[in-house]
């Protein structure tokens, strides 16, 4: 079934915030006749708005949480809704869920909705989980005869069993946790609207949870769930939407709406050299670090089939013990890719300013972008210096193909390299 | 399966479904006032028993005071102890159903940002919670008739349409106060007031035969006043006798509050979220 279920166009949600204009008082005294001022004009006309000195000329501010939002949602969709702290996505399922007004725009909803906007809610602490079970899946929506009929179900998904009869402020924040997703997973709606509530809990409850999820995916209702974590996101939905500051910046398959958010959140393009900045008054040790291609230029674009040069400059002190330098290359993902050292060299280095350089032979990484972390530290005692993201490069394009069509933006891994493959020649006979 | 609804939200559309939606929603009525019930209990020593002590030690007090002391005299034949008692009990109901509605959308603030359900159930079941109340005090009326041997008349019969006039006090009054404290968390200290004020304006203490002539019309303004001189024509039958014009207006400004109360109430329903 392909239907549309949701139908969302130019919505916007507004909200009006106010400035206080601070003064700055210079006597407690002025503070307080100020103060008392003010009681007597309230007093005197209570509704007659007096802005006081310190709240003189207030100003407002139109502040919209979202703008001009339009999208569509089909019925089965699992949705990713992406996007950073603040851009609007927490509204966005306050208003779906009829919790909140828009102030202009038009929805369209086709189906009953269930919304987990956060675990536990209703559940009071004097209650016990048998009870808290009940007025919670009645403020979920729940008749008591359904509650009734999953509720062996429930205390097993909580395993929760021999605590039931205790009040739920007994419980540890775990147990608390586990029985509110509970009560909420065994919802039946056609329209599943989940915020954040994987972030709490241990990872054996968060892959309850998802795993939950999974299985009404797999009974064909709409889900749509806002994460801030990336794996899951990619492995449990198929259609993501990313909200940046009130506005849709990409909606579509979950892989490319998942690079553009990452692409949102890098603040500078690849940076070949990271110098140190000399204000710093604390006393430094690496200097400098900078990418280099096979000619030693300077480069912070690579092909997998190009060597990857970084140089490296550190100040050694005039100890005995000698300053290691290591480095790791994360992807965008942040997964760590590989670590190496100046280790074996290390009788080299001299007190004084040091130029180390490292060379990573191709073919090695895969098409993407990538960082680089450096630390040094002395071997087994303790780090000295952590710079991380000091360089970035990426891998614009991969020496092998032998893959066929894909998936736009799938991920093949870090790691690009040749693989030999043979025919081992197989009977024709069944 | 039945055909799914299709459901519009825009800005400032008036929900055709919400009525239907009170009834998908009924058994979150029982659910909350079950709740505040439960709540009030838990961890007390002698539970329920509380909820029959405190009317009947205000009995007792009441009659003590007023009656013995203060000399008020009772209504027709009935000992006072019952005239007080048929006043007091809606008037307890009425005082404890305000406070708790007024109070009770700040205070279930937690459900109304993170869930939907139709908001009316809210203060709706504190007034049945305070409903609860009123009919365990019930029990206690009956058991001072039974002490005092005495029968009431066919009156009584009439009873539960009182009990419906004095619901309806309290839930247009108290949707009022509800809607108005979500916004000017004034009304957190008005409305203690009120209810003190008003037990000095309501016949409890004194029957509503000692307000003379010219000031009649004036007190029945008080929409308790119907309703608590109802109470008394019905339980004490006799010669108790109803003022009917103070009456009628007593009772034409309930149905205005609950009318106003509804449609003030919904009119600012969708912006508790963004306000409370």
Known sequence: ?430 | MPEPQKLIIEAGRTERHYWADLWRYRELFYFLAWRDILVRYKQTAIGVVWAMLRPLLTMVVFTVIFGKLGKFPSEGIAPYAIMVFAAMLPWQFFANALSEASNSLVGNANLISKVYFPRLIIPSSAVITSFVDFLISGVILIGLMLWYQFAPGWRILTLPLFIAIAFAAAMGIGLWLTALNVKYRDFRYIVPFIVQFGLYISPVGFSSSVVPEKWRLFYSLNPMVGVIDGFRWAILGGDVRIFWPGFLISNGLVLLFLVTGIWYFRKTEKTFADVI
């Not at chain 1, 004009?41 to 000329?57: M, R, T, Y």
């Not at chain 1, 038009?106 to 209703?122: C, F, M, N, Q, Y």
């Not at chain 1, 007994?170 to 909420?184: E, I, P």
Request: proline share 3%.
């Open chain 1, 1 to 430: 079934m392909s239907d549309v279920v949701i139908k969302v166009e130019n919505l916007s949600k507004k909200y009006i915030l106010s400035h206080q204009r601070q003064e700055k008082y210079t006597a407690l005294r002025d503070v307080m006749a100020n103060g008392v001022k003010n009681i007597g004009k309230k007093l005197l006309s209570p509704f007659k708005s007096h802005p006081s000195s310190i709240n003189a000329h207030p100003s407002t501010e139109d502040f919209y949480a979202l703008k001009d939002v339009s999208f569509e949602i089909k019925q089965g969709d699992r949705v990713g809704i992406i996007g950073r702290n603040g851009a609007g996505k927490s509204t966005l399922l306050k208003i779906l869920s009829r919790i909140t007004e828009p102030t202009s725009g038009k929805i369209e909803i086709t189906g009953r909705v269930a919304s987990l906007l956060e675990v536990g809610t209703g559940f009071h602490p004097e209650l016990t989980g048998r009870e808290n079970i009940f007025l919670n899946g009645a403020i979920l929506g729940m008749g008591k005869a359904e509650i009734k009929r999953k509720f062996d179900e429930i205390v097993a998904f909580a395993e929760v069993e021999k605590f039931l009869d205790t009040p739920v402020k007994r419980y540890s924040s775990g147990m608390y946790v586990r029985l509110a997703f509970a009560v909420a997973a065994h919802l039946e709606p056609d329209i599943l609207i989940v915020d954040e509530v994987l972030a709490v809990g241990d990872t054996q409850f968060q892959k309850k949870c998802l795993g939950k999820m999974e299985e009404v995916g797999k009974e064909g209702r709409t889900i749509l769930f806002v994460s801030h974590n990336m794996d899951a996101i990619r492995s449990h939905c198929d259609i993501g939407l990313l909200i940046d500051r009130g506005g849709v910046k990409s909606v579509g398959e979950v892989g490319a709406v998942l690079e553009k958010y990452l692409d949102l959140s890098i603040v500078n393009s690849n940076s070949t050299t990271w110098i140190r900045n000399q204000e710093d008054d604390k006393v430094s040790i690496l200097q400098e670090v900078t990418l280099l291609d096979e000619n030693s230029i300077e480069c912070s674009s690579f092909k997998n089939s190009d060597d990857i040069t970084l140089e490296f400059s550190y100040r050694q002190p005039s100890y005995d013990v000698k300053y290691r330098l290591v480095f790791t290359i994360l992807d965008a993902y942040e997964r760590l890719i590989l670590t190496s050292s100046n280790y074996d060299l290390i009788s080299d280095v001299q007190p004084g300013n040091n130029k180390f350089i490292a060379k990573i032979s191709s073919p090695l990484l895969a098409m993407g972008k990538y960082y680089v972390n450096v630390r040094i530290d002395v071997p087994n005692l303790k780090k000295i210096e952590v710079i991380n993201k000091c360089v970035s490069f990426d891998i614009y394009e991969n020496a092998y193909h032998q893959m066929g069509i894909l998936g736009v933006n799938e991920d093949l891994g870090c790691v690009h390299v040749q693989v030999n493959w043979k025919v081992n020649t197989i009977t024709s006979e069944v």
